[in-house]
């Protein structure tokens, strides 16, 4: 866990002055992957990997920003924001901060202090717990919210979401914002995309949630998750020549693309199977783990990686790597490359017993197989982001 001590020591450091502090976590998704940007459905926990927002008012019209992560402050005028990523880690509370303005907050100076623990590029969603954090920050500090919470958790994920979309330039869907706004501890979330209604599920207190890093770096920005999003909606335009009903791939059935399939290029038609299939796995795997079913959720959870690797393409040999040593674990109850894709994180649900003998085997497989020292992460599914 996070100190909020040291992190209000840091803060006093940098800016002699005693904080409010607020926490926001980042994400594992146990399943439903590129799925929420075509309005589908997806099933992450919030973890106890975290971002602090340590925050007080200045009486001047600049912010200060320090990252402990990166130990670097940067100050600005708000008259004088950058309009633009500067592809540097200030883009996530800038953009946060600007949506807000543009929400009709009112923001004067502040100084800022921001501290995590979730591992960057891994797939948890680090960069959302900034900015859920740092949306929960700048709250707190206006004279708007002594009147109360002037937004509900899904509004501070959807500002969140617009900051990375409009300002960071990466196309993501809701779910990492929402979960770190709305995660519940000890459970996981089935979120519809279409209308954010959800609906939790319990994780049972003899699983362990066992993330493990196979050290491949993604980045997103720009990257092959904006290319993936472009082939989706290129797909979806072909089924809505013939179902002018359908708005997203949310809406179109494995039957429709059995019949129109064969009007998209080949990897198109891939990758959108994978979508379509993702959404109804997503739907049984919340019933089979609210009904305590753990082998249908494992089945489902090694379809869905399957999908991941095979149709949708985002995957890596190292994740398979993992996924298949993890696969050969009798405790393990299922197993699959979590997040964006290419690199990153694989989540393991494992008998909480065999979970420490379950991580050194892995760690010591992985290591003989490519060489890599990975790295092991025991979570427990954490409360969204709230004040301390
Ligand atoms: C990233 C995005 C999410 C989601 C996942 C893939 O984490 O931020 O919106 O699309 O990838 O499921």
Known sequence: MLGVNATKDIHAR??????????????????????????????????????????????????????????????FDLDFLPHHP?????????????????????????????????????????????????????????????????????E?????????????????????????????????LLLDCRDLSYKLAPIPGELSIVICNSMIKHSHAGGEYNTRRAEIEAGREIIRMHRPDVR?????????????????????????????????????????????????LGCLMAESHASYRDDFEASCREADILVDLASREPACIGARLTGGGFGGCTVNLVESADAPGFSDRLLENYRAATGISAEIYLCHAAAGAHRI
Not at 113 to 130: C, E
Not at 167 to 184: H, K, L, P, R
Not at 268 to 278: A, F, N, S
């Open 14 to 75: 940098h800016f002699q002055a005693d904080p409010q502090v607020f926490i926001a976590p980042g994400r594992v998704n146990l399943i439903g992957e590129h799925t929420d940007y075509s309005e589908g459905f997806v099933m992450p926990a919030a973890i106890d990997f975290a971002t602090l927002a340590a925050i007080t008012p200045r009486d001047d019209n600049q912010i200060a920003i320090y990252s402990e992560n990166f130990a670097e402050k940067i100050t």
């Open 86 to 154: 500067r592809h540097h880690w200030s883009d996530y509370p800038v953009g946060v901060l600007t949506v807000l303005r543009e929400a009709g907050i009112r923001v004067t100076g502040f100084n800022l202090t921001l501290n995590g623990d979730v591992p960057l590029g891994s797939g948890l969603s680090s960069s959302a717990s900034v900015e859920v954090a740092t949306a929960l920050a700048i709250l707190g500090l206006s004279p708007e919210e002594e009147t109360g919470p002037q937004f509900t958790g899904p």
């Open 156 to 188: 501070i994920a959807r500002i969140c979401q617009r900051a990375e979309n409009h300002f960071v330039g990466t196309q993501s869907g809701i779910m990492d914002q929402f979960i770190s706004c709305c995660g519940a501890a000890g459970h996981a």
């Open 248 to 296: 997203f791939l949310r809406d179109v059935t494995v039957n429709d693309l059995d019949r129109w399939g064969n009007e998209m290029l080949p990897e198109i038609l891939k990758r959108c199977r994978h979508v379509v299939t993702e959404n109804d796995r997503t739907v049984a795997a919340a019933a089979a783990l609210e009904n305590h079913d753990l082998k249908s």
